[in-house]
């Protein structure tokens, strides 16, 4: 028998006067937690079920909600603290390990939040973006050694397989299965307008959306699902997903429930049973066997494809991607310990990883010192949250970032955290048909180029005030940073000065 041994984490608050008894709270929720009275002259709240996804606050004809964090709090103490009481309550009662959605929430430090960026004032003036032409423009992929010439003189131009992007920034991993097939139809859309590239994640690619495929990234991972010649083929590159931030070490896993319909038929096992992948590749346990991965792979897509290996920012990643750089991969993507997730240990989301600026920063100086910097590019991700981050992680050594919460909180998202549920009632991470529905592709896809629209002129703007008219001249240029309340190890890790200095 369960016990309810703490009151609710939220209260829903209803305005007497302003309500109506509509219903439109009862329909736009799908978690049970609004009802009427038996009389019908009153609406009733079950708080026990409310995530705080803010949908019927949001759409509340009369304005008559709120949902409010309740102030009941548990016995607690400085060491004892009233989520390790609620999470103590939860294992004791279920027996099971704990679950979690989005990203870690605990209040390490932000890095990116810690740097300031310099301006040019006198001698070296900035630039007017509105007026001198800003190249946003980024090519990702091996950058050649040298410059060849013919017997007649011109200059050779054979470069391997590229990925050339409008802006620095793209769509990051997100699996048809974790996310609905509206949002995956809304960030493909999105990429195509904007000249970018969005992730498929490693559920494979609805078979619809192989219209989109030179704009589309499609990931293998462990379990590889969805993983044949016409899929990888259908893509403008391949990501071999070793890891992710927001749960190194841990392989991936997508409930039985969410493997129904297209889903089953696009990761080709059979409908309800789990989608596990296992922490390690069944095939890889060195820089030697991911050489042979990468290069069956390219051999696969006849070399017209750039190989992206994803990793997750561990102590050691600066001596990863150097292996990763000599494995014959075009590109390295690091994931730090806030990137989001559809479901995660909650203890391995908390505790596991490193910060991805310290990682990104640590990479591009090992590859820098060992001289095949420019044998790949480097993306980076784990809660790229605004053009500024974008701005300081291509200071730091980037070529490019991947957002991916961003991208769902343009979408409608609220992170209320139950992606693990299946029941989101934005329809993002859902597959209840009903659900789905309410996320219009069309206003998605729209949203997310307003976003990205809106970045890529901050960028510029930024990059105009620091006298620099190519993204290409700010990559790796630290100069252009300064810290903020960082000791010196931090500031040495991150190769940047302290403000003042």
Not at 13 to 40: F, K, P
Not at 69 to 76: F, G, R
Not at 452 to 468: N, T
Not at 469 to 492: C, F, T, V, W
Request: hydrophobic share 40%; proline share 5%.
């Amino acid at each position: 028998m369960a016990l309810d041994l703490f009151y609710p984490r939220f209260d829903v608050v209803r305005n007497r006067e302003r309500c109506t008894l509509c219903g439109a709270c009862i329909s736009q929720c799908a978690n049970g937690v609004h009802s009427r009275a038996e009389d019908g002259r009153e609406m009733l709240a079950d708080p026990t079920r409310c995530v705080n996804c803010q949908r019927c606050v949001a759409l509340c004809p009369t304005r008559a909600l709120k949902v409010v964090k309740s102030d009941n709090a548990v016995q607690e103490n400085a060491n004892w603290s009233g989520k390790a009481i609620r999470e103590i309550y939860r294992q004791a009662e279920s027996g099971g390990v704990l679950l979690s959605s989005m990203g870690n929430p605990a209040p390490y430090p932000v890095y990116f939040d810690r740097m300031l960026l310099n301006a040019s004032q006198v001698t070296n003036p900035s630039i007017d973006p509105l007026r001198e032409p800003m190249e946003t423009r980024v090519f990702l992929g091996p950058k050649p050694q040298a410059i060849s010439r013919d017997a007649s003189g011109q200059i050779e131009s054979r470069l391997p397989p590229y990925l050339s992007l409008s802006m620095p920034v793209m769509f990051s991993a997100m699996s048809y299965g974790s996310i609905s097939y509206n949002a995956h139809e809304s960030l493909a859309r999105a990429a195509e307008e904007l000249g970018i590239f969005y992730n498929t994640g490693e559920g494979g690619l609805h078979e619809n959306l192989y219209r989109y495929g030179n704009h589309t990234i499609v990931q293998v991972a462990s379990g590889r699902f969805g993983v044949h010649p016409d899929y990888l083929n259908s893509g403008a590159a391949i990501e071999i997903k070793m890891g992710q931030g927001a749960k190194p070490g841990i392989g991936g896993h997508l409930p039985g429930a969410k493997i129904v319909g297209d889903i089953s038929r696009t990761r080709m096992i059979p409908e309800h049973s789990d989608a596990i992948s296992p922490a390690p590749h069944h095939d890889i346990y060195s820089i030697e066997d991911l050489r042979q991965l990468v290069y069956s792979l390219k051999e696969a897509t006849g070399y017209q494809k750039p190989v992206i290996v994803k990793i997750a920012a561990v102590h050691n990643v600066s001596a990863i991607a150097s292996g990763i750089a000599r494995s014959g991969a075009d590109i390295i993507a690091i994931d730090g310990f806030r990137g989001g997730t559809g479901a995660a240990p909650t203890r391995i989301r908390d505790h596991v990883g490193i910060p991805v600026e310290l990682a990104l920063a640590s990479v591009d100086s090992r590859l820098r010192e060992e001289g095949i910097r420019d044998h790949v590019s480097l993306i980076v991700g784990g809660s790229i949250r605004s053009s500024t981050d974008v701005v300081k992680a291509i200071a730091l050594g980037a070529d490019c970032v991947y957002i991916a919460t961003a991208a769902l909180l343009a979408l409608g998202c609220h992170l209320c955290g139950s992606c693990h549920t299946g029941r989101c009632n934005w329809g993002i991470a859902t597959q209840v048909p009903e659900l789905v529905q309410r996320l219009d592709p069309d206003v998605g896809a729209r949203r997310l180029v307003n976003l990205l629209a809106a970045w890529q002129h901050e960028i510029m703007e930024m990059m105009g005030g620091m006298g620099i008219n190519a993204i290409e001249s700010l990559r790796g240029n630290r100069l252009m940073l300064r810290g903020i309340g960082l000791n010196q190890k931090e500031l040495d890790i991150l190769g940047i000065k302290h403000a003042g200095e």
